[in-house]
Nanobody, 125 residues
Framework: QVQVVESGGGLVQAGGYLRLSCAASGWIFSSYAMGWFRQAPGKEREFVAA????????KYADSVKGRFTISRDNAKSTVYLQMNSLKPEDTAVYYC??????????????????WGQGTQVTVSS
């Protein structure tokens, strides 16, 4: 079974950037989708971005379009989330997740089967 581990979180000033990494291990099929979600204190977990391993099809939340970019490196079995022009409202714990069911890329957290432990991103104003 695939496992995922996030890294790269930290503290950054508004307008700055960070790159999160999600290292995947185990069997990874081209139909799998890898997603990033985030959860701020007192709020529900929300979709940020996702990418399908096989064809690099991507999907983004409206709130991050134009600022965040998701990509993957097959050789390293790693998915990245490049976050630019960060805002205080981007502050949250960011989670990487794998949807092993294939098909349309889902924005629903319930569609994702495997989750990492999360990494904190804090954007100061």
């Amino acid at each position: 079974q695939v496992q995922v581990v996030e890294s790269g979180g930290g503290l950054v000033q508004a307008g700055g950037y960070l790159r999160l990494s999600c290292a995947a291990s185990g069997w990874i099929f081209s139909s799998y989708a890898m997603g990033w979600f985030r959860q701020a204190p007192g709020k529900e977990r929300e979709f940020v971005a996702a990418i399908r391993w096989g064809d690099s099809t991507t999907k983004y939340a409206d709130s991050v379009k134009g600022r965040f970019t998701i990509s993957r490196d097959n050789a390293k079995s790693t998915v990245y989330l490049q976050m630019n022009s960060l805002k205080p409202e981007d502050t949250a714990v960011y989670y990487c997740a794998a949807d092993v069911n294939g098909g349309v890329i889902s924005t629903r957290s319930l569609s994702y089967d495997v989750w990492g432990q999360g990494t904190q991103v804090t954007v100061s104003s």
